[in-house]
């Protein structure tokens, strides 16, 4: 999921309180920002097919394919934790 940059520190505050849930990952790919949340989507089938995909919300029909993270090197920058945001903003 596309972010904004975090440029003020409630922005910040919060992307790092994300980042301590080890289901969050946060990846910059030509200067965007991503939001990652791990796990299975519940309305997969057992044939990973979308069961309601013709209302699925905006989030995924906006999806972009080359931002997966199923597609090799998909990101310049991987953060996962509030100590690497702090590390890469040069807190
Ligand atoms: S398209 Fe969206 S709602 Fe459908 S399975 Fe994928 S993540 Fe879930």
């Known amino acids: 999921m596309h972010i904004t940059k975090p440029r003020t ?3 910040i505050d919060e992307l790092k309180w994300e980042l301590q849930y080890d289901t969050v990952r946060v990846f910059i790919r030509n ?3 991503h939001r990652i949340i791990q796990g299975r989507c519940m309305y997969l089938d057992e044939h990973n097919f979308c069961t309601i995909y013709d209302r699925r ?3 995924c029909r906006e999806h972009n394919p ?3 993270e ?3 090197e ?3 920058v991987m953060i ?3 100590e690497e945001l702090d590390e890469h903003l040069g807190k």
Do not use: E, L, N, Q
Request: proline share 14%; with cysteine; charged share 40%.
């Open 9 to 11: 520190r409630d922005d």
């Open 31 to 33: 200067y965007r920002w």
């Open 57 to 59: 919300p905006k989030r």
């Open 66 to 68: 080359p931002d997966c």
């Open 70 to 72: 199923h597609y090799g």
């Open 74 to 76: 998909f990101y310049d």
């Open 80 to 82: 996962s934790t509030p």
